[in-house]
Every structure is written in structure tokens, then in C-alpha cells.
Nanobody
Framework: QVQLVESGGGSVQARGSLVLSCATS????????MGWFRQSPGKQREGVAS???????TYRDSVRGRFTISKDNAEITLYLRINSLKPEDTAIYYC???????????????????????WGKGTLVTVFS
């Protein structure tokens, strides 16, 4: 059974930085596409960054330049670095993964919730000014 466990959330002052991690266990597929999503109170979950099996990244326009997604292929650990944090970045951040044919066949968009079948439980990021 594949499991994703996020970590690294917490309370951070605005303009600070944070690195979120997502550890994967139980995955045996030949390729994996992964993404970060977030959900703020009263809002729908939105995709903020994704990375496909070849390492190609995609970002939501509103976070491009401040968010950086990366993946350790050996350990299948996903990271999200967030710079210049803003109060509006406050949300629960979720890690998601997909290893099906849409992933290894490509192209992979990765910012839609519908694209993923494996989800973590999330880690809370609170940004205070």
C-alpha cells in the first residue's frame, strides 16, 4: 500500500521561507508523477506545483517564482520550498502521487486533483504578519 506523509509545516512569519517534505513508502511502479496542493479555509483545493517522471515542473501562475518543487528519485521524497511567504499562503498543503499510464505516457499537467489517486493527509502552514 502506497503512503504519502507530509512534514515541515508550521507557523512562519511573512517574508520567511519554508521547506515541505513528502515521504513515499510502498511504491513499486516504474515512474511516478507528483504534486503539491493546498486548501485554505473556505476555498477549494488548488494545485500549486507538480513534477513529472522526467523532472519537468509545472507551477500555478500565482506562485511561480516563489515556490520550487523538487524530488529525490532515490528515496521518492518530494519537496516544496516556499520563499517570501505571504499570509495568503496559509493553508493545509497536500502531497499527491500518480504512477498510472497517464504519468509515464505524458505529457503531465499535474495541477488538477483529478489526476492523482494517492494523497497524503496534509501539513498545515500558517503565515503570520
Amino acid at each position: 500500500q502506497v503512503q504519502l506523509v507530509e512534514s515541515g509545516g508550521g507557523s512562519v512569519q511573512a517574508r520567511g521561507s519554508l521547506v515541505l517534505s513528502c515521504a513515499t513508502s510502498g511504491y513499486t511502479g516504474r515512474s511516478i508523477c507528483m504534486g503539491w496542493f493546498r486548501q485554505s479555509p473556505g476555498k477549494q483545493r488548488e494545485g500549486v506545483a507538480s513534477i513529472d517522471s522526467s523532472g519537468t515542473t509545472t507551477y500555478r501562475d500565482s506562485v511561480r517564482g516563489r515556490f520550487t518543487i523538487s524530488k529525490d528519485n532515490a528515496e521518492i521524497t518530494l519537496y516544496l520550498r516556499i520563499n517570501s511567504l505571504k499570509p495568503e499562503d496559509t493553508a493545509i498543503y497536500y502531497c499527491a502521487a500518480e504512477g498510472g499510464p497517464d504519468c509515464y505516457a505524458g505529457p503531465w499537467y499535474g495541477l488538477g486533483s483529478y489526476e492523482y489517486t494517492i494523497w497524503g493527509k496534509g501539513t498545515l502552514v500558517t503565515v503570520f504578519s
